[in-house]
């Protein structure tokens, strides 16, 4: 039987101590670290993103803003509001909520947002640092599956790492992370011949393609630590992660839940995404 890495503790655990920080942060500055989330239309599942970030960034003392707007809103409106955010100095995070609308261009709108500012570490600028290893704001969800990773205690330099799915917002980015952090990194996607083969190679296996269930324990290498990205539908309409979990759960090494893993420690990795640039702004 496999462990399950519980994210929803692991998560709150450690935004108690970005609260403590944020605390003496603004005990010694007067300065309260702002993030605005920008929502454009009225995508459900953002909706609940938004909201539990909303609550979790105000309980560990951040000012929190979200600006929606609608759906019909135009490019050049949201490049405009964004633009007034990069001026605004209470204002350190910015976050677009992603998908936009299909007659926004989502990479237009990404390049406005200033690169200090861009807590979710897809400005190209972060993109670029973090490929050459200079500093940079991490994407959340990535940041967050390190995390994970090393809360079992397993050493990742060595291992063989495989990544499924190549997305610039998760598969690319946890990809670099863990070439990072010394693993043997393969990266597999819709056109891998042979996808379990592959899998098959993983001491610590990342899945990120959106498909429901659609990793079975004939993917995984006995003992593995395997990290379900995925917030995905059931047919019963449930959430559920790109995993099949009750299949995998006693071939697996460690695994992380949906919901409850990967999703929560998204929003901790924003929170504290949004203290180090109030600390850079203001230093
Ligand atoms: N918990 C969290 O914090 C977050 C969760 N998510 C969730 O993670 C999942 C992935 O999101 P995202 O990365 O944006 O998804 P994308 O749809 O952008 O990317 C999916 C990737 O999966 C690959 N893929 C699709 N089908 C297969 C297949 N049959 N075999 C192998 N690879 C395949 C695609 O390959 P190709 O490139 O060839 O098309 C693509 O690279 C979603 O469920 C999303 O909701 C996303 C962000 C944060
Ligand atoms: N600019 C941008 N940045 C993102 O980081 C971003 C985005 N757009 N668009 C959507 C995806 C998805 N994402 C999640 C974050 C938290 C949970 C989360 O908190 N999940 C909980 C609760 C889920 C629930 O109850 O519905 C859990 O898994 O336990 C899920 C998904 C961030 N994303
Ligand atoms: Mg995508």
């Given at each position: 039987m496999g462990h399950i890495i519980n994210g929803k503790q692991i998560a709150a655990q450690t935004q108690v101590s970005i609260t403590e920080r944020i605390e003496a942060f603004t005990a010694e500055t007067g300065v309260k670290p702002g993030l605005t989330v920008v929502l454009v239309g009225e995508d459900q599942a953002s909706q609940v993103y938004v909201r539990n970030k909303e609550k979790r960034a105000v309980a560990a003392g951040i000012n929190s803003a979200v600006i929606r707007l609608e759906a019909t809103t135009s490019e050049a409106e949201l490049l405009a509001v964004v633009e007034q955010l990069n001026q605004a100095?209470?204002?350190?995070g910015i976050l677009v909520q992603l998908p936009l609308p299909k007659t926004i261009d989502a990479d237009k709108v990404l390049d406005r947002i200033s690169p200090l500012k861009d807590v979710d570490g897809f400005h190209p600028i972060n993109v670029g640092n973090l490929a050459i290893g200079k500093e940079a704001f991490v994407p959340c969800t990535p940041a967050g599956i390190i995390r994970l990773i090393k809360s079992t205690g397993e050493?990742?330099?060595?291992k063989e790492a495989v990544v499924v799915g190549r997305s610039n917002i998760v598969g690319k980015p946890v990809a670099q992370l863990l070439l990072q952090e010394n693993a043997t990194v393969t990266i597999a996607h819709s056109r891998t011949t042979d996808l379990a083969a592959v899998t098959k190679r993983a001491d610590i296996l990342v899945v990120a393609t959106g498909l429901a269930k659609f990793i079975k324990k004939e993917h995984l290498k006995p003992g593995a630590i395997v990290i379900d990205v995925g917030m995905d539908r059931d047919e019963n309409n449930r959430l559920c992660g790109d995993v099949d979990f009750d299949d995998c759960i006693d071939v697996a090494g460690y695994l992380t839940p949906v919901p409850g893993g990967v999703g929560p420690m998204t929003i901790t990795m924003l929170l504290e995404n949004t203290l180090i640039s109030a600390e850079r702004h203001t230093n």
């Open positions: 100095e209470e204002v350190h050493t990742i330099a060595g």
